[in-house]
Every structure is written in C-alpha cells, then in structure tokens.
C-alpha cells in the first residue's frame, strides 16, 4: 500500500522556468490538498479539491495552478518560477467527509534559482 | 477565518521531565488533530479528537480538547529523546474545509 506519493522528491529551476508536481494516492480518497512548508510558517495551503474534476483556492495561490482530472491524482503547476516558491511542498489526501486525519507523502524539496 | 497558534514555538526540554504544548484556535470546531514530523521527513498523524472533552493517549504523549475554549493540549510525561520533532496541531470544520495547521512547536530533548 502506498498511500500518497509526490513526484518528484527534489528539484531545482531556474527563473522563469516552468513545472508540474504530481501526487497520487492509491486509497480512494476524495479530498486531495497541496500545502508548502516554510521555515517558522507552518504548513500553508495552496489548493485543494474535493472531488475529481473540482479544484479550491487556499491560502496562498498565487503562481500556482492545479488540476485534478483523475480522482487519484493531483497535479500542481508553477507557470513561471520565482525564487519565493522555493520551499517544501506536502500532499495530502484524506476520506472525503471530515473527522478523518490527511494522509501527507513524503515532499517534493524545490529550489528555485 | 479560521486561525490556529501554538505556543510554544520551540520548547527544550530535559529527559525525564514533563511539559505542555498548547493550541488555540479562533473558530468554533470540534476536530483538531496532532501530526508530529522529524527533520527532513514527512507528517506522521498522532491524534484525531473529535469532540469536547476528548483524551488519547499514545505511550508518554496525552492529547485533549476543550471545545468551549477553542484549546487542545498535547502532554508529555517523563519525555525521552525520541519524542525530539516537530509537533503541529491542525483544525478544520464541519463541511468540505480543509485543515489548517499552527505553524507548529519545535521540541529537543536533551539529557
């Protein structure tokens, strides 16, 4: 059993480059999230979906897109990349109704020069 | 909106002693649920509380909730130096919301 896997798990871009996270959960969960961790912030969150073909603005969005056009996978885009989205990036999936705790993979460490 | 903090921030303690790590948060709820997290790696879930007066507790750590207060509390007895990590409480409510977490308590246990 898997459970949820982010690919890929370190990556470096240049400025202005562009790059898809891709999460994916083999449990059939309904509710998907992507949250970033930076130093003295906590986990903060980007976008999430509750439901194939739905997607949510979080916290912070902007500079970020996401699709989620398979109930198991979930994909989050940086168009254009700026060294403030350099950070840590967790997915998580949980049941689908509240009460249930998230399920995170193991992050993707981006780097952004 | 909903807003969660936890204090303390960082928290050193010896081995053999005990302390408590607090979190509040601003809207009613009553589902908070504990994650612990080592360097470099992912979260780990600890506790899911989901009602007023809710107690787990899981070897030396103990965590409760008191819904009227909008506060949980995450005890740990006779700390060892395996408990060292990040500990982060998060909150949601009733409906499709996802969690949001505190920006989480840094504890070192030293000898």
């Known amino acids: 059993n898997a459970g949820v896997t982010q690919t890929p798990k370190f990556r470096v871009l240049k400025t202005g480059q562009s790059m898809t996270l891709l999460c994916a959960q083999d449990m059939n969960h309904e509710y998907m999230y992507w949250y970033r961790q930076d130093p003295g912030m906590g986990l903060r969150l980007i976008h999430y979906s509750v439901g194939e073909g739905t997607t949510a603005k979080g916290e912070v969005p902007d500079g970020y897109n996401v699709s989620r056009l398979k109930k198991q996978n979930f994909l989050l885009g940086l168009e254009s990349a700026a060294p403030s989205q350099t950070s840590v990036y967790f997915c998580?999936?949980?049941?689908?109704?509240?009460?249930?705790?998230?399920?995170f993979g193991q992050g993707t460490r981006l780097t952004v020069v | 909106e909903l807003k969660v903090e936890q204090n303390p921030l960082f928290l050193s303690m010896q081995e053999g002693k005990n302390y408590t790590i607090y979190c509040n948060y601003s809207?009613?709820?009553?589902?908070l649920y504990w994650y612990r997290q080592d360097p470099g790696k992912s979260l780990e879930s600890l506790f899911v509380?989901?009602?007023?007066?809710a107690v787990k507790q899981e070897g030396r750590l103990m965590a409760s909730l008191d819904t009227k207060a909008r506060l949980s509390t995450l005890h740990i007895t006779a700390a060892v130096h395996d408990l060292s990590a990040t500990y982060f409480c998060a909150v949601d409510q009733a409906g499709n919301t996802p969690l949001v977490f505190g920006k989480g308590t840094r504890l070192s246990v030293i000898a």
């Open positions: 809207t009613t709820s009553d589902r």
């Open positions: 998580a999936s949980r049941i689908g109704t509240g009460n249930t705790e998230a399920f």
């Open positions: 509380l989901l009602s007023n007066g």
